[in-house]
Every structure is written in C-alpha cells, then in structure tokens.
C-alpha cells in the first residue's frame, strides 16, 4: 500500500488553550498544558491503525486524538518527555519506509481578519464553535491550510505570540481550519505569527 505522509506536527510544548482544545475534543488521553505533541497525518486514513499501534508499542506516548477518514488519518501523540514523543515519531517514519523529505509541505491556502464582528455573526459562529466564545465587536481571525495537520502549528505559534481566544480549530480532513479571536492589535499578531510558522514549515 503507498502511504503519503500529509502531516508530521510536532509541537515541543503544546500552549494552554490548544492543550485544553484537544482536552475537549478528542476521545482519547488528554495532554496537558507545556507537554510535547506529534500529529500524523496520512493518506490513506486507514493506515492510521497501523500508525497508532506501532508507536504506542514502541514508546510511553498516550494517543489523544486518532481520526480515520477514507482519504485521511490523524493521529496526535503526546508526553512530558519530548524523547518518548520523538522517538515515537521515528518509529512511525521506519514503519512506513519514510522520511520527513517525504512529508508534504504545508500551505496557507486563505486567511482572512474580520474586524469588529457583528452580534448575529458572532451568534453563528458561536453555535459552531467548540472553544472559547466569539464575543460581538472583536476581530476575528480565520486561517485555512493543506494539509490540514499543519494547521495546529499555526494555532500554537499564534498562542504564543499573542494574548487570543482559540474558537474552534479543525486539524483534519482535506483542509485544515483555525478561527481565533481577540482585539484588533491582537489578532494582527496572531495572524503574522501563525502565517509565518507555516511558510517556515514549508521552507524547511
């Protein structure tokens, strides 16, 4: 079977809300706060199974987050030691006979910045949303990605540069997707920080 890896995040230190995001959402082990995390991406999803069993066979890692899609799969690893996290990693890359080279290299495929959001926009979005409240008159900042995976890269270098709200976040699927909100000046911030972590990415 020909695998593409289309993801291989790994996040040193995983920020507060995006800990608590994943926390949340996922129907795995939680990760906390400051802990080092792997996300994989594959195609097709299926292999994914494979993924999680080799690298919780081969390390101390917990699996927080495993989606299998037909055409996609996730997975996120995480634990205090970045060695169990990494060394996972390498035993997914042998398991699959690939190398980082071989990972597809992240893009921003839109980014947008709606400024001063109105109430029934905010309403919509909010009903949607599965992190922190879009609250009416703050800007918002929505940012797409391919592949989807990567797109948790950009929430957490954003976090870090910036004092925002993680709104919602969807690190899996054709596109990744990722709404965060606060004041103007702050969202400018979050934006460069997470845009830039991309093109970083994929300078790499």
Known sequence: MAVTLRGYVFLDSLQPQLAAFIGTTCRGFLPLAGQASLFVETAPGMIINRVTDVALKATRV????????????????HHDDKGEVTSAGDSILEYLNLSLSDGLKPRVVSDQVIRSVEAYQAQLINRNRQGMLLIPGQSLFILETEPAAWVVAAANEAEKAANVNLV???????????WMAGTESEIDS???????????LANS
């Open 62 to 77: 917990a699996p927080a987050v495993q989606v299998v899609e037909r055409a996609f799969g996730l997975l996120e690893i």
């Open 168 to 178: 919602n976040l969807r690190p899996f699927g054709a596109f990744g997707r990722l």
């Open 190 to 200: 979050a934006r460069e920080a997470a845009i830039a972590a991309i093109q970083a």
